[in-house]
């Protein structure tokens, strides 16, 4: 079975703050996606980042940062000394490399970022 | 510019009545998918749809439907039979299994989505 977890529902911090996002997830298969994307209040999901299996490396882009680790299932995001623009709800998904490619969504994160 | 157009972004439905919720894309991507978004909960998929003239039902497809008669066009119904339509709706494409980007499993876009509320 396939499942995405974000164990934390919401997040309320300062601006500059560190935050970090946590999402872990379940699969079977040996090739498999994982992303973020960000809900504003005005409702439309933004695209953050997209993953393969086959590559570990962490990214940074920005304030924005993405720790993948295999060996713990896990792939979380860290916004550095955020900013009240970061409020938003964030998804993390899963894609398996099968023929539907549906996509596998947590349940959401809501940041919110007070000044 | 390209993108998704999610329209109306409001809608008010009486019970009873079938309504149909607008998406079109100028993307040339060849999937599309609608989602459904309540309160505190992540995206359920209702529909998808790979290729012009074939669709798949998704996890909470009952009291939808969809077509697929042009490439840019996704339009969903709302009909009486689904018991609880009130929710957030998003409508969005990607690149789909006929084109090479395909094989790279490329990101969804997303429109703005329409806001249903029964009345």
């Known amino acids: 079975a396939q499942k995405v977890t974000q164990a934390q529902t919401e997040i309320s911090v300062v601006e500059k703050e560190d935050v970090t996002l946590d999402c872990v997830y379940e699969t079977r298969d040996t090739t498999y996606y994982l992303f973020w994307y960000k809900q504003p209040p005005s409702g439309e999901l933004v695209f953050l980042i997209r993953r393969n299996s086959f590559d570990e490396q962490n990214e940074i882009s920005g304030r924005y940062s993405w720790n993948f680790q295999k060996s713990t299932s896990s792939f979380n995001f860290t916004i550095t000394a955020s900013q009240v623009v970061d409020s938003a709800v964030y998804f993390c998904a899963l894609q398996n490399a099968g023929n539907n490619r549906k996509l596998i969504w947590g349940l959401g994160t809501s940041l919110a970022v007070n000044p | 510019d390209g993108g998704i157009t999610q329209s109306p972004k409001y809608l008010f439905r009486k019970e009873g009545q079938n309504v149909t919720l607008s998406c079109e894309q100028n993307?040339?991507?060849?999937?599309m998918y609608w989602y459904r978004q309540d309160p505190g909960q992540g995206l359920r998929l209702i529909y998808y749809s790979q290729i012009v003239n074939d669709f798949q039902k998704g996890d909470i497809a009952e009291g939808y439907s969809v077509s697929r008669e042009k490439k840019e066009s996704f339009p969903l119904t709302v009909t009486s039979a689904q018991k609880n339509p009130t929710a957030f709706y998003l409508c969005?494409?990607?690149?789909?299994?006929?084109?090479?980007?395909?094989?790279?499993?490329?990101?969804?876009?997303f429109g703005q989505g329409t806001r249903l509320t029964v009345v």
């Open positions: 993307l040339n991507h060849d999937a």
């Open positions: 969005a494409s990607r690149v789909g299994p006929g084109r090479i980007g395909a094989l790279l499993n490329t990101e969804a876009f």
